[in-house]
């Protein structure tokens, strides 16, 4: 975990998405380096959350990243106790700020599924609306011998009206100023293609951008800062997972009155 005071010079980013969309994969090539486990993208590799400080590679100037990598955070068992410690453990990662979450998703599966709905929901409630700002969107898979061929689906993500961030602003009630950065990347031979290289530093300067538009500061808001003062361990723990169980009673109250 990333603690007060320490290196300033260091982004704190994390990525969140569904079971194969490459989140681990995307980690991996911003450190140029086997990092984060990865695996097939049919079953989830990634079992608990996960944080590691290391130089961003490939990028015009020195820089760390504090990397977190999360497993499913919501899902149909949402009241388990271990999908519970783990949502736990990724709050308290998040305490001393962030500068970026990654929305990660496969271009080959554009579609905002009910498992992101749900995690983007929650952060909306735990959070607040300036998470937003935060956000950069990240589809994977976009691999430089194939991208010729995934142009339709491209397309249907940048379309202005009814594309992919129109549609998340309609459902998350999003003013229409919202216009997070939009990063289509392969994660492959990071090392030796100047492509994937390329599309690595631009995801490098669009956490650069999140961080600027809040005067260089980290993301935080009022519910973080009250884990961050909570001076018990176990209290923290305690705070976040009735904060999490609230958060999601008042979501399950307002699908049933749709």
């Not at 579609?111 to 589809?139: C, E, P, S």
């Not at 992919?164 to 950065?181: C, M, N």
């Not at 492509?195 to 999140?210: D, K, P, Q, S």
């Amino acid at each position: 975990m990333l603690q007060t005071g320490e290196e300033k010079n260091t982004y704190v980013v994390s990525s969140l998405g569904s079971v194969g969309t490459g989140k681990s994969s995307l980690l991996n090539a911003i450190t140029g380096e086997y990092t984060f486990e990865t695996g097939d993208g049919t079953s989830a590799t990634t079992k608990s959350v996960k944080g590691i400080t290391k130089e961003w590679k490939f990028v015009p100037s020195l820089k760390y990243c504090h990397l977190i990598d999360t497993p499913g955070l919501i899902d149909s068992s949402v009241q388990d106790r271990q999908v519970i410690q783990e949502m736990t453990k990724y709050f308290k990662s998040l305490q001393h700020g962030i500068s970026a979450f990654f929305l990660v998703f496969n271009i080959n599966d554009i579609r905002l599924d009910a498992y992101t709905q749900n995690m983007l929901v929650l952060f909306h409630q735990l959070l607040g609306k300036d998470f937003w700002n935060f956000v950069v969107i990240v589809f994977t898979h976009v691999d430089e011998d194939q991208r010729d061929d995934l142009e339709d689906n491209i397309d249907a993500v940048t379309e202005s009206q009814d594309g992919f961030v129109a549609e998340i602003r309609r459902i998350y009630k999003l003013p229409k100023t919202f216009q997070p950065s939009i990063i289509f990347t392969s994660t492959q031979n990071v090392k030796t293609s100047s492509y994937t290289r390329r599309h690595i530093r631009e995801l490098y300067h669009a956490v650069g951008m999140c961080e600027t538009r809040n005067y260089g500061k980290r993301f935080t808001c009022n519910w973080l800062r009250q884990i961050l003062v909570i001076p018990n361990e176990e209290q923290k723990s305690s705070f976040i997972r009735e904060s999490i169980k609230d958060a999601w009673s008042s979501m399950s109250s307002a699908c049933q009155m749709q």
